[in-house]
């Protein structure tokens, strides 16, 4: 394995029902292998009963690349039979059990099946990054919906928890499968709309128009943004998938002529990744045995810092990923969090038609701006009647810092002239991973404050709950202030109550049904709020406000994000 | 919308409103405006050319 840790996998799907589908396998297999990569090869049980396949499928795995089950079927009782019939299929034509699986409809119970009956499997593919409502409600071209919820994942591999397979579990409750993305996606097109529009599979991107026959260069952007990667995570992981179909002539879905396909397929290897002399081919396999090697069972914190790279427009994402929560800042609105989900609480689900979820098996969230457009994390400043909402203003993120304990964004200072003074407000973020979830906010606020003028620096955490983009009951979660003679509690009932306490230490929400709590905590005790929303207003708030006065020096207001599981 | 400061809610973001969405334009730097949602970036005639563009007895030609 190289020292540089920039991972590329390509995975190969052999579809002989398409025209020339075994054909045009052979050419994806001898276009990676003329530029020295391996492949993992995914196939169906079906395709094992043909002799020529499995004669081939062996020289290539002489040649170094990984045979995978290809497994599509849906999670309930009678999966198992499915998957041993398949498994049975593969050691007959091959001599022994696969190490990898394909198999993104496939939760929890079923991983776990596997995993305890077939111990040689250790890599699986089992997600599409946020792929979920914008594809269910554009995608009309298959004559059906695509009904594939799987929001609220990480982007990259990871140790899915035994509980739910789209949650990275915490070590000793997780399943030894490693859950790969079916592809890697475009970090902020994926978030503003279809996931399956701006993916590293060529027919992707030919299918929303961002390349073309005269403009190919998004593709050259693509995989740069991921090396690039390489600044904030000790590794960077790249997958390809290609189905053979999508190189047929026949019906397809995307108006460029069909012969464009191999040719930007082999600009990957010829122009692409023939640019970085450090990168390593992996097998899904040999993938998921080096993360292990790297970091045992561990889903370590992960960072991706994603600029637009369709328009140029200078918006910036930064995601935050690891075992107890994901979270994604927005240097575009004054480095507001606009979306929050809480890993540590582990909930338990899985799709299926034996499950009580069904279809959906996105992981929730406690924000999601664009599903609930009000949500968020952001910060307010007043001096008098004059407010400044950091969310209306752009930022960078300046540096990303991390060790061991910690991992910690800072942004650009912004400015603020006010009538009356100027001030320059820094947001500074750190993650500390000793704690359950423990999210330090730091406003480093300076400037000279008029004589007798107080700065209000108000915390607000704008929350919801769901899936999608329909509201769901907040019914029965409790809200509560902490820190005076007696708690001030609030059981959500729409009927939109507030609550005030000066002198409170924290606002908290608690959800029971999921049996964790969500904590905002001031550094000193000040004065804090909960909201309820009513029925046309489907949120809870937490909020806190510090006053300052005078001058400020690099003045630090402390505000703590904190999500604890367990007894409450 | 509550998040946007009155005083500054001048054009909604002519890309979001082709996908019927709503979303307010923030002037950002350079003199362009920006979208707090999508990626769009523009001058005010940008923004009035996004509008026109919407329009659809200018944009669908139907030859009557």
């Keep these: 394995m190289k020292d540089k840790n920039?991972?590329?996998s390509i995975v190969h799907v052999p579809e002989i029902h398409h025209e020339n589908g075994w054909e045009n396998f052979l050419w994806l297999q001898n276009c990676a292998r003329q530029y020295g990569a391996k492949a993992t090869i995914g196939v169906k049980k079906e395709l094992l009963s043909e002799s020529f396949v499995v004669e081939q499928l062996l020289d290539y795995r002489k040649q170094?690349?990984?045979?995978?089950?290809?497994?599509?079927?849906?999670?309930?009782?009678?999966?198992k039979s499915t998957i041993d019939n398949g498994f049975a299929a593969y050691k007959k034509a091959f001599g022994e059990y696969p190490a990898s699986v394909l198999s993104s409809r496939q939760d929890a119970p079923l991983w776990k099946y596997i995993k305890e009956k077939y111990p040689e499997v250790t890599a699986g593919i089992g997600f599409a990054f946020e792929e979920g409502d914008h594809v269910y409600h554009g995608h009309q071209i298959f004559n059906r919906e695509w009904m594939d919820f799987c929001e609220g994942t990480p982007w990259w591999p990871f140790w899915p928890s035994a509980q739910n397979k789209q949650c990275p579990g915490a070590p000793g409750n997780n399943i030894e499968i490693m859950n790969f993305p079916w592809l890697v996606r475009d970090m902020i097109m994926s978030f503003l709309g279809r996931d399956d529009f701006y993916s590293s599979e060529i027919g992707d991107l030919l299918r929303s128009k961002v390349i073309d026959?005269?403009?190919?260069?998004?593709?050259?952007?693509?995989?740069?943004a991921y090396a690039k990667q390489l600044k904030y995570n000790p590794y960077s992981f790249y997958l390809v998938l290609q189905?053979?179909?999508?190189?047929?002539?026949?019906?397809?879905?995307?108006?460029?002529?069909h012969e464009l396909y191999k040719v930007l397929y082999e600009k990957y290897f010829s122009e692409i990744f023939s640019q970085y002399p450090n990168l390593s081919y992996v097998t899904l396999s040999e993938y998921s045995d080096w993360h292990k090697k790297a970091f045992n069972m561990e889903n370590p914190p992960t960072v991706c810092v994603w600029e637009d790279i369709i328009y140029d427009s200078g918006k910036q994402y930064v995601w935050y990923q690891d075992d107890k929560a994901r979270l994604l800042f927005d240097a575009d609105q004054g480095a507001s969090i606009l979306d929050l989900r809480p890993y540590i609480a582990n909930i338990a689900k899985y799709r299926g038609s034996d499950s009580k979820d069904l279809w959906d098996g996105s992981y929730p969230f406690l924000i999601q701006s664009f599903h609930r457009c009000n949500s968020g994390h952001k910060c307010e400043?007043?001096?008098?009647?004059?407010?400044?909402?950091?969310a209306e203003q752009e930022c960078r993120l300046e540096n990303v810092l991390r060790t061991e304990e910690s991992v910690e964004f800072i942004f650009e200072p912004i400015l603020w002239k006010a009538p009356n003074a100027e001030l320059s407000v820094q947001t500074h973020y750190k993650i500390d991973r000793?704690?359950?979830?423990?999210?330090?906010i730091n406003r480093i606020i300076k400037g000279t404050l008029p004589q007798n003028e107080t700065l209000r620096v108000k915390e607000h955490f704008t929350g919801c709950w769901g899936t999608d983009s329909h509201p769901v009951s907040l019914k029965g979660i409790m809200l509560s202030l902490k820190g005076g003679e007696t708690d001030e509690n609030i059981e959500?009932?729409?009927?939109?109550?507030?609550n005030e306490m000066s002198g409170a230490s924290s606002a908290e929400v608690i959800f029971p049904e999921y049996n964790f709590k969500l904590s905002l905590v001031p550094e000193e005790k000040c004065s804090c709020f909960i909201k309820e929303g009513d029925i046309n207003h489907n949120f809870y708030e937490l909020g806190c406000e510090r006053e300052l006065h005078g001058k400020l020096v690099n003045e630090a207001v402390k505000t703590i994000i904190f999500l604890q599981p367990g007894k409450l | 919308m509550e998040n946007i400061n009155p005083s500054k809610r001048n054009y909604?973001?002519?890309w979001c409103l082709k996908r019927e969405g709503e979303v307010w334009l923030l002037p950002g730097k350079n003199g362009l405006y920006r979208c707090i949602r999508c990626c769009f970036r523009g001058t005010i005639a940008d923004i009035f050319a996004g509008y026109e563009a919407l329009k659809p007895h200018r944009s669908l030609k139907t030859g009557k």
Excluded: H, M
């Excluded at chain 1, 026959?213 to 740069?224: H, I, T």
């Design chain 1, 6 to 8: 920039l991972f590329v």
């Design chain 1, 64 to 79: 170094g690349d990984e045979i995978a089950l290809l497994l599509n079927i849906e999670q309930n009782e009678e999966g």
């Design chain 1, 213 to 224: 026959e005269k403009d190919d260069s998004y593709l050259k952007r693509f995989f740069e």
């Design chain 1, 243 to 257: 189905e053979s179909g999508w190189l047929s002539p026949g019906p397809k879905v995307f108006e460029e002529p």
């Design chain 1, 381 to 390: 400043l007043r001096i008098g009647k004059e407010l400044y909402r950091l």
């Design chain 1, 434 to 440: 000793r704690k359950d979830f423990r999210l330090e």
């Design chain 1, 492 to 498: 959500y009932a729409y009927k939109a109550r507030t």
């Design chain 2, 12 to 14: 909604r973001c002519p």
